[in-house]
């Protein structure tokens, strides 16, 4: 089933200063569709979850918090980025609260802690932001209630890693946060920059939280053409600033969510020209983003993040598979059938599934450059689209089969074979 970026584009002009406020659940009903959505609403990744929760909240706001006739009822629970805490309220949504669905979580270790859940309990888990590239590769046959709506941790860093083997780069030294989604994140890029004959001289891991990088810095290879770096929650901000603060110059090429618009717009100009790679950016220059770019900063007072707009893509899914089944609940399994079937044109650009319930979709290398864009007087740093790389899948050039002989990325794999 295919939407129209014209049509989404008109709705979400609609949508433009809309409120909407999640209400606590209400005694089951005959007629509703009860959603249970986990998301850091405290902690260091709170303004992540406002994002999960902004995105997903204002798709039902065009709506009338109605999919194809059926009441939608959200139910935020906090997990503060805490996978014990997830599972918990996870279990909480499902057997108290009766939600047909669970949405969310957003580390890679929530996402790998929740799948579980989903297969004892026998209900939907949609991650709309859990990127644990296994869930969708060695272990999709544990989780037949999984599908997933975002990427893996490694789909954009495949085509990273190729582009920048591409403009020249010899020698990249990696820092990123100590858990799965660096692992994987690095794994992806190195798998690529080192095909294509680029080395991987250096592995550093600080651990989630890190505020001081004063111990890392110094140790960064002088030989090194450039950081690759991946970091999370408010080590987005202090990394670069405290880099280029030590007198780095070189580049810094960001994984992903470093330079994502949920961090941008709190950062400084010590940022203009890094580059990173992901499948969304808020200055996409294409009717429904721009659409979507005004009416959520109408809104939220704030540019949109992949965060915003993976959940708003999320919400639309779920209506899309609601509207053909009548506004009838299918049952979990027909559910992901039918959500596994949809190819949709989303503000990030089109979407569809592979076999193993991935999401396939553009990669956007982007460019952060103060600039106006959309109307806005005021320059602004954005993250300015300088290559797309289209129908981007979760085993990039190399084949379902080939690359799941291989182990998950790691922080052992690949190994570091140039690193002294």
């Known amino acids: 089933m295919t939407r129209t970026l014209q049509r989404r584009a008109g709705l979400l002009l609609l949508a433009a200063g809309a409120a909407l406020a999640l209400r606590p659940a209400p005694a089951l009903a005959q007629q509703e569709l009860r959603i249970g959505i986990i998301a850091p609403v405290t902690g260091i990744f709170a303004q992540v979850g406002a994002d999960m929760t902004n995105g997903f909240k204002m798709y039902l706001d065009q709506t009338n ?218 200055a996409l220059q294409t009717p429904a983003n721009e659409a979507f770019v005004k009416a959520y900063r109408a809104k939220y007072g704030k540019v949109p993040s992949y965060f915003s707009e993976s959940n708003y893509t999320t919400a639309m899914m779920i209506d899309d598979v609601m509207k053909e089944t009548g506004g009838k609940w299918p049952g979990a399994l027909p559910f992901i059938g039918k959500m596994a079937a949809l190819h949709v044109d989303a503000v990030r650009g089109p979407l569809s599934f592979d076999e193993e319930r991935n999401v396939v979709q553009n990669i956007y290398i982007k460019k952060v450059e103060k600039t106006k864009l959309f109307g806005y007087p005021k320059p602004e740093l954005w993250d300015v689209v300088i290559k797309t790389y289209p129908h981007v899948g979760q085993f990039w050039t190399y084949g379902k089969d080939a690359f799941l002989k291989q182990p998950v990325y790691s922080r052992d794999f690949p190994p570091c074979k140039y690193c002294e």
């Open 65 to 282: 918090s109605t999919f194809a006739g059926i009441k939608v009822v959200p139910i935020i629970e906090d997990s503060q980025g805490k996978p014990d805490l997830a599972v918990t309220k996870a279990r909480k949504l499902i057997l108290e609260n009766h939600v047909q669905m669970i949405v969310g979580g957003v580390l890679a270790t929530e996402g790998y802690a929740l799948a579980p859940v989903s297969t004892e309990l026998k209900t939907v888990y949609i991650s709309s932001v859990t990127a644990a590239d296994d869930l969708t590769q060695r272990q999709i046959g544990k989780y037949p209630y999984f599908i997933r709506t975002s990427w893996t941790s490694s789909q954009p860093m495949h085509p990273f890693g190729q582009w920048a083997c591409d403009q020249g780069y010899k020698k990249v030294a990696a820092i990123a946060a100590d858990y799965a989604f660096g692992y994987e994140s690095v794994g992806g890029f190195q798998q690529t920059f080192e095909g294509c004959g680029g080395k991987i001289i250096q592995k550093i891991w600080p651990p989630i939280g890190t505020k001081d990088f004063g111990p890392y810095i110094p140790t960064i290879k002088s030989d090194a053409d450039a950081v690759f770096s991946l970091m999370v929650g408010p080590m987005t901000l202090q990394f670069p600033k405290q880099l280029r603060n030590s007198g780095y110059t070189k580049p810094i090429l960001g994984g992903s969510v470093s330079y994502d618009e949920a961090s941008l717009p709190f950062m400084g100009d010590e940022v203009i020209g890094d580059v990173s790679a992901e499948q969304y950016s808020a």
